[in-house]
């Protein structure tokens, strides 16, 4: 593929990949605003981080959503049609919590505000999306992105996604995204943007 590292092409992330793909979010997300509320203690971060992401992959999106990863990036896509079962089961919660220690209520009243600025209608959901800041402008996020962009084209449906870094709006509005809500989590917590994207239908096509 020319203009792309080999490193930065697209792969599916499997549960063999785990303990990679908890480490590079831990790194990508340690000056995430929203994170950083989640996980105060700087000296504990990123090996908590890396529990957390590590179990978000391995129970639930790795079941029920699209993941890929490139040497230095991962992504967690759910379809329409998995997001229903990409809820986290009793276990899963318990294991969350666990890491969360007493931030874990925090963390649930956050998903339940995320939760209703969620679009309605049939749409893929980025989870997540994040890259080792050493790899920084190696194209690896934007290789991620482009790839489940690609899926829900092709599926005609809009895409979602909340960020909770400013900084990472204008990256997404490259690709077509836009801001639909700012608001701010419960308890204090940081501003998170809702954003959406309408599908890119290929060109010539016509709508009926």
């Known amino acids: 593929m020319i203009g792309m590292s080999m490193t930065s092409i697209p792969k599916t992330a499997t549960v063999d990949d785990a303990a990679l793909v908890g480490r590079t979010l831990a790194r990508a997300f340690d000056d995430d605003p929203m994170m950083r509320w989640f996980f105060p203690d700087d000296s504990a971060r990123e090996a908590s981080l890396g529990r957390y992401f590590t179990t978000l992959f391995t129970r639930q999106y790795a079941r029920h959503g699209v993941c890929e990863r490139t040497d230095e990036a991962a992504a967690f896509w759910v379809p329409p049609q998995g997001q229903a079962q990409a809820v986290p089961d009793a276990e899963t919660v318990q294991e969350l919590q666990n890491i969360l220690g007493d931030r874990a209520q925090l963390f649930r009243e956050a998903v339940e505000a995320a939760a209703g600025h969620t679009p309605r209608e049939p ?3 980025l989870a997540v999306i994040g890259a080792d800041p050493a790899a920084q402008g190696g194209g690896h996020g934007a290789a991620l992105l482009r790839s489940g962009l690609a899926k829900a084209d092709a599926a005609g449906l809009p895409a979602a996604l909340e960020s909770s870094k400013a900084s990472n ?3 997404y509005e490259h690709f077509g995204f836009t801001v639909r809500d ?9 501003v998170l943007w809702a954003m959406r994207r309408d599908p890119h239908l290929p ?6």
């Open 123 to 125: 749409h893929w959901y």
């Open 182 to 190: 700012e608001f701010r989590l419960p308890g204090g917590g940081p």
């Open 169 to 171: 709006l204008p990256f």
């Open 203 to 208: 060109t010539g096509s016509r709508g009926k």
